[in-house]
């Protein structure tokens, strides 16, 4: 395949990328959104496509410099484009894992609050009382 139709290629695949990054972050917004699934499947497999194009690329040592000025520039905005909505993602992604936690963290908390002191087997295969977390279950998805 020549440069010129790999280079098409992949400015195809990337603006697919931030379209899918984007649509992603918005979501994110509403993160019970039942829609984040498969766009998550399908930022997946255009990632697995990305990566074996990039590595294809790799192979071409004069792969840029055999493109027109206007591909390589096309491809250079896409690139700013591409790595901005990653940030994006990715800080979403980090803030929406920490609130994950936090509120596992007070479940965790709460529940051990409630065991109080209850008998338990320590480590020496004796009966003693001291703190446990009770069981609890939870009836929605968090």
């Known amino acids: 395949m020549n440069a010129t139709i790999r280079a098409h290629n992949l400015i195809d695949l990337m603006q697919d990328l931030v379209s899918v990054l984007e649509r992603e972050n918005a979501l994110l917004e509403r ?3 039942s829609d ?14 990305y990566e074996d194009q990039i590595a294809a690329i790799a192979q071409e040592p004069n792969f840029a410099a055999s493109l027109p000025d206007e591909i390589n520039d096309r ?21 929406l894992t920490k609130s994950s936690q936090h509120i596992v963290d007070r479940i965790v908390e ?13 480590r020496q295969g004796t009966v003693t009382e001291g703190r446990a977390a009770a069981p609890v279950a939870m009836n929605q998805e968090v």
Not at 36 to 48: G, N
């Open 75 to 95: 491809l250079k905005d896409l690139a700013y484009a591409f790595d901005d909505a990653m940030k994006v993602n990715r800080r979403k992604l980090e803030i």
């Open 31 to 33: 993160p019970r959104s």
């Open 110 to 122: 709460a529940a051990k609050s409630a065991a109080g002191q209850v008998p338990r087997y320590g």
């Open 36 to 49: 984040l699934t498969p766009l998550v499947e399908e930022k997946q497999a255009l990632f697995k496509l």
